[in-house]
């Protein structure tokens, strides 16, 4: 462990260069690395039996089914099922109890 001598005289920086280098590194790995993975995913997805089919199917929608009442309500079931999970999990995360 390193003294200094008073308090103008820090001492050696070494190991803080070592430190911030260590931990940028870290940082570094950790922010790139999930799309490092997402793309040999997608690339591992791209070459599977069916996937040019997959991939016309989600990029052609049948725009028949849009009008179908089934398909409607469905969608409005989904979006008020989920509107009220967000704010009742709103709410239950701001309520504090005494």
Do not use: W
């Amino acid at each position: 462990m390193l003294h200094s001598k008073n308090i103008q005289d820090f001492g050696s920086s070494e190991c803080d260069e070592l430190y911030t280098i260590i931990i940028f590194q870290v940082v570094y790995v950790t922010a790139v690395m999930p799309y490092v993975i997402l793309l040999i995913l997608f690339i591992r997805g791209l070459f599977l039996e069916g996937a040019t089919r997959g991939l016309f199917y989600f990029a052609n929608p049948v725009m028949e089914r849009l009008g179908d009442p089934e398909v409607r309500m469905y969608s409005i079931y989904r979006m008020n099922t989920h509107t009220h999970r967000t704010l009742v999990s709103d709410l239950a995360q701001n309520c504090q109890v005494y």
